[in-house]
């Protein structure tokens, strides 16, 4: 090739701009390519960071709180953070793979391993969520493993109450409310024991009111039924009067009492075949122990019943409160003595589950622990029950709160000299924070 003929070559290869073009773009490309990915990978990258952190915060303030209520026990608080992480990873997680969690030490790829310590003298949880060998293209050649690590600490300041309890681990509705009922508890956990998707119930229009909700299974109703948001697939929480016990059998003092139309007093003892407060007679019980045995304690037609420093025992057949909408109740637990604070006690060797039911028109003092193990607490009344009392206890195998009753749970234990059985009543657990 002459010279010339190779110079005018050169030349329109300078000239042409298209082959400039594309081999510049050539050697550009994969850097371009990599610098989107990048910062793709940075979005993606610091948007599961804060799922992460968000999951961590929850799960730190659950566990502070119901770890609390439960003696700040590490292996609960675990549980309970490692549930909650994943409830809430799964719900908000922008890739799939976050829902997945493991409490395991080494997670695989693209799973989040959860670590729970717990400080029980600060009252104190401490949450890490990490994460090891997500797929990241650009992140990952620049940091160590676990790529993702975020932290939360949450501690419980004060106190909780423990106000309701229902025991019943397998029942729907093990804790109900319906039609236009209300439970309001501001100051108080309510509990659920029972596993049911539907175990924790608040339908049509009722509402409760309460500082914590929690269900060892699923809620039924919507949320706006509820002032707290429950927590669901909590640890049951075990029954704290199991243990008491009643009285040795005794024989009986009284048989098929019925007060009709007086002005009396009654006076503690064993009642077989029950009590019955009718035709507009007005009962005073001395204080004492009442075994209600084989029988009903029940008032009607404009009875009124009054008590302070009471305990009514239910054992047998049969054996039950029935205080119907015409009558008048008020009554107090004792303050001292072997059933000090308990106000009602179910035998736990009871053969039946029996309905033990509220329906008085003027109900506003029941101070103590309502205790029926095998028992329905029923209440649907068409007014408040319990307004006046300093507190309120209820432990049951099943609550069901309808029609228009409105349920008053205070917690005001300075307020009065009757103390609080053990397990009930302030536990820890009340307002938790985080501390990072």
Same mark, same amino acid.
């Given at each position: 090739?002459? #010279? ?28 371009? #390519? ?189 949320? @706006? ?52 407060? @009718? ?45 119907d909408a015409t009558t008048i109740i008020g009554f107090s637990a004792p303050e001292t003595g072997a059933y000090a604070g308990i106000l009602f006690y179910q035998d736990p060797a009871a053969p039946s589950l029996a309905t033990f039911e509220v329906s008085s028109k003027d109900a506003g003092t029941l101070l103590g622990t309502i205790y029926l193990p095998n028992g329905i607490f029923k209440v649907h009344a068409a007014n408040k029950i ?51």
């Amino acid at each position: 090739m002459r #010279l010339g003929t190779l110079k005018a070559t050169m030349l329109a290869m300078a000239k042409d701009r298209g082959g400039n073009f594309a081999a510049g773009f050539a050697i550009l490309a994969p850097l371009l #390519l990599g610098l989107t990915g990048g910062a793709v990978d940075m979005i993606a990258y610091n948007r599961n960071m804060q799922r992460m952190q968000n999951a961590a915060d929850a799960a730190a303030l659950a566990a502070a709180r119901e770890g609390s209520l439960k003696g700040w026990d590490e292996q609960i608080a675990s549980s309970i953070a490692s549930t909650f992480a994943a409830e809430n990873l799964g719900q908000a997680a922008p890739d799939a793979s976050l829902a997945l969690m493991t409490t395991a030490s080494a997670a695989p790829s693209g799973q989040v391993r959860v670590d729970t310590t717990v400080d029980k003298p600060n009252r104190t949880v401490s949450v890490t969520l990490e994460m090891d060998y997500y797929p990241y293209f650009f992140v990952g050649f620049f940091r160590n493993n676990p790529q993702i690590r975020v932290s939360s600490q949450a501690n419980v300041a004060n106190e909780m109450n423990i106000c309701i309890i229902g025991l019943d681990p397998l029942a729907s509705g093990t804790v109900q409310l319906s039609g236009n009922a209300k439970v309001t508890a501001p100051k108080c956990a309510v509990y659920s024991n029972s596993v049911a998707t539907n175990g924790f119930a608040a339908k049509d229009k009722s509402f409760l009111t309460s500082d914590y909700n929690c269900s060892a299974g699923g809620i039924d109703g919507p949320l @706006t039924n509820f002032s707290t948001k429950p927590t669901t697939d909590c640890r049951p929480v075990a029954d704290p009067l199991a243990a008491r016990g009643v009285p040795a059998s005794a024989k009986c003092n009284f048989t098929n009492k019925t007060v009709s139309g007086l002005i009396t007093f009654l006076n503690p003892g064993v009642y077989c075949g029950g009590i019955r407060i @009718t035709n507009m007679a007005n009962v005073l019980f001395k204080p004492g122990t009442y075994i209600i045995k084989d029988g009903e304690l029940k008032s009607d037609l404009g009875g009124i019943l009054a008590a302070k420093g009471v305990t009514f025992i239910f054992v047998g057949n049969n054996s039950r409160f029935n205080f119907d909408a015409t009558t008048i109740i008020g009554f107090s637990a004792p303050e001292t003595g072997a059933y000090a604070g308990i106000l009602f006690y179910q035998d736990p060797a009871a053969p039946s589950l029996a309905t033990f039911e509220v329906s008085s028109k003027d109900a506003g003092t029941l101070l103590g622990t309502i205790y029926l193990p095998n028992g329905i607490f029923k209440v649907h009344a068409a007014n408040k029950i319990g307004e006046k009392s300093a507190y309120t206890v209820i432990v049951a195998r099943k609550l069901d709160i309808g029609a228009m009753a409105d349920l008053v749970i205070n917690a005001d234990y300075a307020l009065t000299k009757v103390p609080v059985p053990s397990g009930i009543g302030p536990q820890g657990g009340g307002n938790a924070r985080l501390l990072n």
